[in-house]
C-alpha cells in the first residue's frame, strides 16, 4: 500500500533501533513501532484501510498495557458534545487493540449501555443498585456482545432518583469509589475504566470525580466550545481540594470537526494553546455515522470501521495507549 519497494509487514516487523527512535522523535503520543502497525511514511488511503483492518481482525496490533489500571471519567456538563460517544467509542478502540475495557454508564438515559449493547432495562443490575450498595461491581458487570474486552456497568432509568437518595448516605460522595475497588473488579482484571457522566455537575458527577484519578474533557468545535468547561475545572479543583488530590485534567478531545470551517480551526487552535498537550492530536469529525451506529446499538467501529468517524476513534485511542506507556516509563524512573 505504501507505493515503495519495500513492504508493509517488513516496515511493522523491523526492530531496527534508530528507525524506532526517529519516529517517536516525530511523534511524541505516537505507540512505539513495535506495535503501532502503521508506518509514518504509508499513504493516507494505505493507513486508514490498515487501520480498518485492524477493526476487522482484532489482535493484529496490540497496544500497551497499563502496569497499574487506568480510571478516566468523561465529564463536560454541556450536553451534545459527545461525551457518551467518545466513551463507547474510546473503549471500543481500546478494545480491539488487544486492551480490557469497562465502561460505567452514569447517566439516567443510558445510552452508553445502549451502544455497547448490554441490556439495561428496569431491574437489571445497574450502577443505581451499584451506589446504594444493593449489588458489587462483579454482580454488575455484563459483557459487551461486540468484544470479548469490552465491559460494561449499565444504567437503568432507576438511576434518575439515585442523587435524591445519595443526599443522605454516609460518605456520598465516594459511594462509586469504593464501589470500583481493585477487589471488586479483580474478576475482570481491566485495563482501562471509563466512566460516562451525565450533562451535570450533580453527586452522580461527583462520585465520578472522586472515583477516578484521570479526567478526559470532550469539547465540541463549535461556538460555544469553551462555554461552562470554566465552571467544570471549579469543581475538579474542589474535588481536589477536599476529596481527591490526586485528580487532574489528563486528556481532552476535540469532537464535532467540521474541516469546512473557520471556526473549527478558530476553536480548535484556542482549545490546544489553554491545555496544551492535555489535547489529543486526534481529532473527532461530524460524521454521520457516528451518529446512526447507537441506533444499531453498536460503536462506530463496529457499524462502520472505514468511517471517518472509526478511524478517528481508533486514532485517539492508540494517543491514550502511547501516554499509557509515557506514564509506565515515569514509573520505573
Do not use: W
Not at 460517544?85 to 474510546?90: D, H, K
Not at 448516605?169 to 481493585?182: D, I
Not at 462555554?227 to 476529596?243: F, K, M, Y
Amino acid at each position: 500500500m505504501s507505493g515503495g519497494p519495500e513492504s508493509t509487514v517488513s516496515r511493522e516487523t523491523d526492530h531496527d533501533a534508530s528507525s524506532s527512535t526517529t519516529d517517536n522523535k516525530e511523534n511524541p503520543y505516537s505507540a512505539p513501532a513495535a506495535y503501532a502497525g502503521i508506518s509514518s511514511v504509508d499513504t493516507p488511503i494505505g493507513a486508514a484501510a490498515q487501520r480498518a483492518s485492524q477493526v476487522l481482525h482484532p489482535h493484529t496490533v496490540t497496544l500497551p498495557r497499563p502496569k497499574t489500571r487506568r480510571m478516566l471519567t468523561i465529564a463536560n456538563q454541556k450536553g451534545g458534545v459527545g461525551k457518551t460517544t467518545s466513551a463507547v467509542n474510546l473503549a471500543s478502540a481500546l478494545a480491539v487493540q488487544g486492551l480490557r475495557v469497562l465502561v460505567v454508564d452514569l447517566d439516567p438515559q443510558g445510552n452508553a449501555s445502549t451502544a455497547l449493547g448490554v441490556p439495561h432495562h428496569s431491574g437489571t443490575p445497574s450502577s443505581y443498585e451499584l451506589l446504594i450498595g444493593e449489588v458489587t461491581a462483579a454482580e454488575a458487570i455484563q459483557q459487551s456482545p461486540h468484544h470479548e474486552g469490552l465491559f460494561c456497568i449499565p444504567a437503568t432509568i432507576d438511576l434518575a432518583g439515585a442523587e435524591i437518595e445519595l443526599v443522605s448516605m454516609v460518605a456520598r460522595e465516594g459511594r462509586l469509589k469504593n464501589a470500583l475497588s481493585e477487589k471488586a473488579l479483580a474478576s475482570i482484571d481491566a485495563d482501562f475504566i471509563l466512566i460516562d457522566c451525565p450533562p451535570s455537575l450533580g453527586l452522580l458527577t461527583v462520585n465520578a470525580l472522586v472515583a477516578a484519578n484521570e479526567v478526559l474533557i470532550p469539547i465540541q468545535c463549535e461556538y460555544y466550545a469553551l462555554e461552562g468547561v470554566g465552571q467544570l475545572l471549579r469543581n475538579i479543583e474542589l474535588v481536589q481540594s477536599h476529596l481527591n488530590p490526586d485528580l487532574h485534567v489528563s486528556t481532552v478531545l476535540l469532537t464535532m470537526y467540521d474541516g469546512r470551517t473557520k471556526l473549527a480551526d478558530q476553536v480548535a487552535e484556542e482549545v490546544r494553546r489553554h491545555f496544551g498537550d492535555a489535547v489529543l492530536r486526534a481529532v473527532i469529525p461530524r460524521s454521520v455515522k457516528v451518529s446512526e451506529a447507537p441506533g444499531f446499538g453498536m460503536t462506530v467501529l463496529d457499524y462502520d470501521p472505514g468511517s471517518r468517524g472509526a478511524m478517528s476513534y481508533l486514532d485517539a485511542g492508540r494517543e491514550l495507549a502511547a501516554r499509557t506507556e509515557t506514564i509506565n516509563s515515569q514509573e520505573q524512573q
